[in-house]
């Protein structure tokens, strides 16, 4: 079965320092992948997508994942945090077999400190 | 632009009442799905359909139920609501595009049940 897991549910960095927020899957088939923002009472926002062309994605806001196969890992980067980043980050996997439903991760909340 | 709305940001509603949560897409989107999201559990399907009068079931359907009459519209109805239910609701939508096509959400309802 596939499934996606993001380790820490809470996230806290200085403004200014390097974001990582991280994703593994568990799929018997390749994946695709996605990172969703959500701002404080919004909906969700997609911020990248990785659909098997290049393993390294660039997004929105400055934001990029690297898929890596071997590590079954699609960890969410920013070099530079900025206080507007203050959100709730998920991933999530788009089921194979079934027709574009997503299995989301948990969540992870990003602080980010002045 | 893509836009989903959702009939209200906010609701109250008492044990037993027959509760609707109406969603509607612009952009003439064959797939749409309601999630219900709580805290540390991410983002749990509930029902999505794949064109109108097309329904199924997701990870968590039971008490709820949803009518496709129109393609632009999906109704998530809570037939005797419960202090269970509690919850954002958030509809989503995807034109049938293939397993990369990202979902569209809306705003999100919060709804709270007395």
């Known amino acids: 079965a596939q499934s996606v897991t993001q380790l820490g549910s809470h996230v806290s960095v200085s403004e200014g320092a390097l974001v990582l927020l991280r994703c593994n899957y568990s799929s018997s088939v390749p994946p695709y992948l996605f990172w969703y923002v959500q701002y404080p009472n919004q909906g969700l926002q997609l911020l990248l997508k990785y659909t098997s062309a290049a393993t390294l994605v660039k997004g929105i806001n400055g934001f990029e994942a690297e898929f890596k196969k071997s590590e079954t890992s699609f960890h969410l980067t920013k070099p530079s945090a900025h206080m507007s980043d203050a959100a709730e980050y998920f991933c999530?996997?788009?089921?194979?077999?079934?027709?574009?439903?997503?299995?989301f991760g948990q969540g992870t909340e990003l602080s980010v400190k002045p | 632009d893509v836009k989903v709305t959702q009939s209200s940001r906010y609701l109250v509603k008492r044990t037993g009442e027959k509760v609707f949560l109406e969603c509607v897409q612009d952009?003439?989107?064959?797939?749409m799905f309601w999630y219900r999201q709580d805290p540390g559990l991410g983002l749990r399907l509930i029902y999505f359909?794949?064109?109108?009068?097309?329904?199924e079931k997701g990870d968590i359907p039971e008490g709820y139920s949803v009518s496709r009459e129109k393609k632009e519209r999906f109704s998530l109805i809570l037939e005797s609501a419960s202090t269970n239910q509690t919850s954002m609701y958030l509809c989503?939508?995807?034109?049938?595009?293939?397993?990369?096509?990202?979902?569209?959400f809306g705003p999100g309802t919060r709804l709270t049940v007395t």
């Open positions: 989503a939508s995807r034109p049938h595009l293939g397993l990369g096509g990202e979902q569209y």
């Open positions: 952009m003439d989107h064959e797939n």
């Open positions: 359909s794949y064109d109108v009068k097309m329904k």
């Open positions: 999530a996997v788009t089921l194979y077999n079934q027709g574009g439903k997503l299995i």
